[in-house]
């Protein structure tokens, strides 16, 4: 039962164009959630969180937009950069189960000159 | 400093080795946990350490066994693997468990290879 979901396997972006990455979780117990970034042969790196008690949090060119009645969130990247190009991870907790992180399936971003 | 490194990059082990995977971190956190990936899949967690003692262990065959032996280290021996436990295994810590509040960093992984 996957709990969250990223329904985008790759998604191809030009360079200084926006790039909008989407999740949608089932769990309504979730309350915390968090993007992270994932090149080849190193471990995810933390991007942004947000939390249930916000709609929005903004880092840089970095956005992550949370609708809560429809239980999906959305990451923004502007403008996108070659750099981008990466796996991104969208994950989330809940306050009972704590510390453990449900990762979704994961949207590959090639970022095109 | 948001580093936690892993030791070592890659293993290759036969299935009746004994071996250790170990990770590190010098930023204080109380919280500390394993991952399992396997290719195009996200990160399963196994165990969670909070405070130096074992608070979650989803589950995870008795072949694999963690350790945390003081705030800053955290082990997992492996003993009589398979060659589907071949994966990526990263290390993670948080500042504390409270109720998820805290982003949890990732070491850059140890590369298994069970033969």
């Known amino acids: 039962d996957q709990q969250v979901k990223q329904n985008s396997p790759s998604l191809s972006v030009q360079e200084g164009r926006i790039s909008i990455l989407n999740c949608d979780y089932t769990?309504?117990?979730?309350?915390?959630f968090l993007w992270y970034k994932k090149y080849p042969a190193e471990g995810p790196t933390f991007l942004i969180s947000?939390?249930?008690?916000?709609d929005k949090n903004e880092d840089g060119r970095f956005t992550v937009f949370l609708n809560k009645s429809a239980k999906h969130l959305s990451l923004h990247i502007v403008p996108s950069q070659p750099g981008d190009s990466a796996v991104y991870f969208c994950?989330?907790?809940?306050?009972?189960?704590?510390?453990?992180?449900?990762f979704g399936t994961g949207t590959r971003l090639q970022v095109t000159l | 400093d948001t580093e936690v490194t892993q030791t070592p990059k890659h293993l290759v082990m036969g299935m009746t080795n004994k071996k250790s995977l170990k990770c590190e971190q010098h930023?204080?956190?109380?919280?500390m946990y394993w991952y399992k990936q396997k290719a195009k899949k996200p990160p399963e967690l196994m165990f969670v350490?909070?405070?130096?003692?074992?608070?979650i262990n989803e589950s995870v065959p008795s072949r694999f066994s963690p350790e945390c032996p003081n705030s800053s280290l955290l082990n997992l021996h492996l003993h009589a693997l398979q060659p589907e436990d071949s994966a990526l295994y990263l290390c993670?810590?948080?500042?504390?468990?409270?109720?998820?509040?805290?982003?949890?960093?990732f070491g850059p992984g140890t590369r298994l290879t069970v033969t």
């Open positions: 930023m204080g956190h109380r919280a």
């Open positions: 993670a810590s948080s500042r504390t468990l409270a109720g998820g509040l805290y982003e949890q960093y």
């Open positions: 994950a989330a907790s809940g306050t009972g189960t704590a510390s453990k992180l449900t």
């Open positions: 350490y909070s405070y130096e003692k074992l608070s």
């Open positions: 769990n309504s117990m979730f309350d915390y």
């Open positions: 947000i939390s249930s008690i916000k």
